[in-house]
């Protein structure tokens, strides 16, 4: 009984030093405001480590299979072309592949040329706003940790604050008031600490995912023009009488992404 009392005490005794030790000690010293900060610095990570992946499995050489796409379609391999975009991932791909879906099926359907380019580009626009969706997925939340996190930790430093000084109200007189008053702040200044190491790596991981993801839109709508003046190209070699009656329709850059 002795023996199971000791291991009791041994294990409590392990417990009190984990949880008045390191990380968890900040923690608890912080007070509640700690675990709202704790909670954005999970989710942040795990947005961080979800994009990451996500970006480099699209990652390709859009340049390379953009001249491999136009090459086919100046071939009339058309469906060889929708093919090849189908098995490559990004951006670049899945706006070829929805562009040339239209076109084949309208040009089977026997359109008029200037109907044929008018539709392809509205499927192409239609889409692109999907692939912006698609590429900036979770981002608002990175940009939500990175605001709040060092407000939170502030507001846990002001309520701390006021805290501490109230009590030194109430024990004026049986306690040194500068020592107390520097450790009280010493204390809740953590909570505005660990706000703003959550926020900043959050807002700079904000910042990255965006600028990779204007990178891919501008290259997605980069391709859209291509394909546009290439099908442009094609159809008016396949009729030129569109040319001469006027009825050829003017394309227009894709409003896919943003600037």
């Given at each position: 009984?002795?023996?199971?009392?000791?291991?009791?005490?041994?294990?409590?005794?392990?417990?009190?030093?984990?949880?008045?030790?390191?990380?968890?000690?900040?923690?608890?010293?912080?007070?509640?405001?700690m675990w709202p900060i704790l909670f954005m610095a999970i989710l942040g990570a795990g947005v961080v480590i979800e994009r990451f992946r996500s970006l480099r499995l699209i990652a390709t050489d859009g340049q390379a299979l953009r001249t491999e796409v136009l090459d086919l379609l100046h071939d009339d391999r058309v469906e060889e072309a929708i093919a090849l975009c189908a098995?490559?991932?990004?951006?670049?791909?899945?706006?070829?592949?929805?562009?040339?879906?239209?076109?084949?099926?309208?040009?089977?359907?026997?359109?008029?040329?200037?109907?044929?380019?008018?539709?392809?580009?509205?499927?192409?626009?239609?889409?692109?706003?999907?692939?912006?969706?698609?590429?900036?997925?979770?981002?608002?939340?990175?940009?939500?940790?990175?605001?709040?996190?060092?407000?939170?930790?502030?507001?846990?430093?002001?309520?701390?604050?006021?805290?501490?000084?109230?009590?030194?109200?109430?024990?004026?007189?049986?306690?040194?008031?500068?020592?107390?008053?520097?450790?009280?702040?010493?204390?809740?200044?953590?909570?505005?600490?660990?706000?703003?190491?959550?926020?900043?790596?959050?807002?700079?991981?904000?910042?990255?995912?965006?600028?990779?993801?204007?990178?891919?839109?501008?290259?997605?709508?980069?391709?859209?023009?291509?394909?546009?003046?290439?099908?442009?190209?094609?159809?008016?070699?396949?009729?030129?009488?569109?040319?001469?009656?006027?009825?050829?329709?003017?394309?227009?850059?894709?409003?896919?992404?943003?600037?």
């Open positions: 009984m002795l023996m199971l009392l000791a291991e009791v005490a041994a294990d409590a005794s392990t417990f009190q030093k984990i949880m008045h030790s390191g990380v968890m000690k900040y923690m608890l010293d912080g007070g509640v405001f098995k490559s991932r990004g951006p670049v791909p899945a706006i070829l592949a929805v562009g040339l879906h239209r076109y084949e099926i309208l040009r089977r359907l026997n359109y008029d040329p200037a109907r044929i380019e008018e539709q392809v580009v509205k499927a192409m626009d239609d889409y692109g706003v999907h692939i912006t969706a698609a590429l900036e997925k979770h981002l608002p939340v990175l940009a939500t940790i990175a605001n709040v996190a060092p407000m939170v930790g502030s507001v846990g430093t002001v309520v701390g604050m006021v805290v501490l000084f109230q009590e030194i109200v109430e024990t004026f007189g049986t306690q040194n008031i500068i020592l107390a008053a520097a450790a009280g702040i010493k204390l809740k200044l953590i909570v505005t600490v660990w706000g703003l190491v959550v926020g900043i790596p959050a807002y700079i991981f904000f910042n990255y995912f965006t600028s990779v993801v204007n990178r891919y839109i501008l290259e997605a709508e980069e391709t859209a023009s291509q394909l546009i003046e290439a099908l442009t190209l094609r159809l008016a070699t396949e009729n030129p009488s569109s040319i001469e009656s006027g009825q050829r329709v003017v394309p227009v850059a894709s409003k896919g992404g943003h600037g």
